[in-house]
């Protein structure tokens, strides 16, 4: 199964963009990658998904890189309420999804 | 219902016995996966449907863990002989296309 990689955790500041990268070496040609982000005690919350070309929703933007190896889920203005733990995950071809253990992203004041 | 409803909300058991928890996912959706979540930790893939395929078992841990779907909507996870590893959050979720859509979570402590 297609393994992703993310840092640890990372910080940002209030109103600034936060560019969180995801590493995906092993990724299969029909393979998504995914975005989720889980706010302390609740469900994950889905973000956004690609394939090979760059998405933009109300959310956020999904960069790819070309060789479809990493990618960086990028929010344009962070706030308070975006800190959370947010996981990059492959969608295998079965629909299968295996989370990672995500990056914590504090955004501070 | 609107969402994905999970139950019970909160499990207490004594080590040894067996539970069982509910996901009712959304209405059409043909994908169901359960997750596992310890304390602090990420989400351990355990068991995910899709449709009348034969399940993806490969995430249970052991074989005191179980699932079933039963019509291609409710599933039920069972954990025979409770352990005190098993204390954690179960999470279901639903996809028809690829978002997944998660309930709250079933929070098991074994005792």
């Known amino acids: 199964d297609a393994k992703t990689t993310q840092p640890t955790s990372m910080d940002c500041a209030e109103g600034r963009a936060a560019n969180l990268p995801c590493n995906h070496s092993?990724?299969?040609?029909?393979?998504?990658v995914y975005w989720y982000r889980q706010i302390h005690s609740q469900g994950p919350q889905y973000i956004i998904h690609?394939?090979?070309n760059n998405e933009t929703n109300e959310m956020a933007s999904l960069i790819i890189t070309e060789d479809r190896k990493s990618s960086t889920l990028i929010l344009p203005h962070a706030t308070l309420r975006d800190t959370a733990v947010y996981y990059c995950?492959?969608?295998?071809?079965?629909?299968?999804?295996?989370f990672g253990q995500g990056t914590t992203l504090q955004v501070k004041p | 219902g609107a969402g994905v409803s999970q139950s019970p909300s909160n499990k207490v058991t004594e080590k040894g016995k067996d539970v069982e928890l509910r996901c009712d996912p959304i209405?059409?959706?043909?994908?169901l996966y359960w997750y596992r979540q310890s304390l602090g930790q990420g989400l351990e893939f355990l068991i995910y449907?899709?449709?009348?395929?034969?399940?993806?078992k490969s995430g249970l841990p052991s074989d005191r863990f179980s699932a079933e779907r039963t019509g291609g909507s409710v599933s039920t996870l069972t954990i025979q002989r409770t352990q005190q590893e098993d204390s954690a959050v179960y999470l279901c979720?639903?996809?028809?296309?690829?978002?997944?859509?998660f309930g709250e979570g079933s929070r098991l402590t074994v005792l």
């Open positions: 979720a639903s996809s028809w296309s690829g978002e997944l859509f």
């Open positions: 092993t990724i299969s040609g029909n393979e998504y």
């Open positions: 690609g394939l090979k």
């Open positions: 995950i492959v969608r295998l071809y079965t629909g299968k999804l295996i």
């Open positions: 209405s059409g959706h043909t994908a």
């Open positions: 449907f899709q449709g009348n395929s034969a399940p993806d």
